[in-house]
């Protein structure tokens, strides 16, 4: 999380040794500095993890095969609580999207006093044709998109 003052408890790591090796990290964090403040909203980015990668440009035409090396297997649940004095004004859209290099659920449930926010990713192993190039870099593009998603909340009047 990159935040300069943030109040970090409940913190806890799982690690499973299956086949497919994961770690599980449960954070609860509270801040006053999530998201950028104009007047009476607050856009709050979905992802508090700030994961940032950068696509490649898809102009170009591609020389090599695509090689990924190994599978990617992600679920980012954020949950945030909204106060009484504060109402949802707008959430980001729903993405579900598939293709041969993967997949990207995107999800936001919201409640009275609550939103959640689902992001999972899985990316395949494998080698892959230069052809498909573009395909791969739409995934990115989703993935990022998803990232970068932002919630606004509104104070009430």
Do not use: M, W
């Amino acid at each position: 999380i990159k935040l300069n003052h943030a109040d970090i408890s409940n913190y806890k790591v799982l690690y499973k040794r299956e086949k497919e090796p994961s770690a599980e990290i449960k954070v609860s964090f509270k801040t006053n500095q999530y998201g950028n403040k104009t007047a009476n909203r607050l856009f709050g980015p979905v992802n508090p993890t700030k994961i940032e990668f950068s696509i490649p440009e898809s102009n170009t035409e591609r020389v090599n095969p695509i090689k990924i090396g190994f599978t990617h297997n992600q679920t980012i649940i954020t949950e945030f609580l909204i106060p009484d004095n504060i109402e949802i004004e707008s959430v980001p859209k729903n993405i579900v999207y598939s293709n041969k290099f993967g997949s990207l659920v995107f999800n936001i449930e919201v409640g009275t006093k609550k939103i959640t926010a689902r992001i999972i990713i899985n990316i395949n192993r494998g080698f892959y044709s230069k052809d498909d190039y573009n395909e791969f870099v739409k995934i990115l593009k989703d993935i990022d998109n998803a990232y970068n998603s932002v919630i606004c909340l509104k104070k009430k009047q």
